[in-house]
């Protein structure tokens, strides 16, 4: 079955303690991308990879690091977390085959909580 | 300033009545746009999409309505069905870039 899994689903933390959410996706897909949700700002990216070895800042960054090592996996770092990084996280991945759709498939979501 | 703009935040329809989702957005390089729908506990999932080129797409009960003039796209969903019940995203996109530009979301309750 074609996906994208995050792992944890749900995490609580303290300020400052490092944390790695993970990204995977099973479709072979070039373009990954993260984003966080919060109530009343709809999906805001954070950081995207084109490519392995290729990533670049989106909308939200500071406060994140990403890693693109291999195609299928592409890890969220938060190395000193601090409250307002408490959201709703989202790895998505596109199928650039499909043309102008750019139909991203996202996975289920990692809810954070930083105290 | 948020360029993709979704002003309802939420939205009541009785089941078997037209569900319309309004979207606007102000900049003009975009050229295409999606929308996608989700539900608690899970991630957004693709349901449409139009290009700049078109001004209606349609697929099975729900159509994408574009108004480059007014900068403004509507999601039509009818019959609306009380499983259609769940948080719509507008986005959009410009050239061969993959970088989508989110609304905020409306919350689409149908009724029984």
């Known amino acids: 079955e074609a996906q994208v899994t995050q792992n944890p689903r749900y995490l609580i933390t303290v300020t400052g303690k490092k944390l790695t959410v993970t990204c995977s996706q099973n479709?072979?897909?070039?373009?990954m991308s993260w984003y966080r949700q919060d109530p009343g700002l709809g999906l805001r990216q954070i950081y995207y990879?084109?490519?392995?070895?290729?990533?670049d800042k989106g909308d939200v960054p500071e406060g994140y690091k990403v890693s693109r090592k291999e195609k299928r996996n592409f890890p969220l770092i938060l190395e000193s977390p601090s409250p307002n990084q408490t959201s709703l996280y989202f790895c998505?991945?596109?199928?650039?085959?499909?043309?102008?759709?750019?139909?991203?498939?996202f996975g289920p979501g990692t809810r954070l909580t930083v105290l | 300033d948020q360029q993709v703009k979704q002003n309802s935040p939420s939205l009541s329809v009785q089941e078997g009545r037209i569900s319309i989702l309004n979207c606007d957005y102000t900049?003009?390089?975009?050229?295409?746009f999606l929308w996608y729908k989700k539900y608690p506990a899970e991630g957004p999932t693709f349901l449409i999409s139009?290009?700049?080129?078109?001004d209606k797409n349609e697929d099975g009960r729900f159509t994408v309505f574009l108004n480059k003039s007014a900068k403004h796209l509507s999601l039509h969903i009818v019959p609306s069905q009380p499983g259609d019940s769940a948080v719509y995203f507008c986005?959009?996109?410009?050239?061969?870039?993959?970088?989508?530009?989110f609304g905020s979301g409306t919350q689409l309750t149908v009724l029984p």
């Open positions: 998505a991945s596109i199928n650039s085959g499909r043309g102008f759709n750019n139909e991203q498939f």
């Open positions: 986005a959009a996109g410009s050239g061969s870039a993959r970088q989508l530009t």
């Open positions: 139009i290009s700049s080129i078109k």
């Open positions: 900049n003009s390089m975009f050229d295409y």
């Open positions: 479709m072979n897909h070039e373009y």
């Open positions: 990879s084109m490519n392995v070895e290729v990533t």
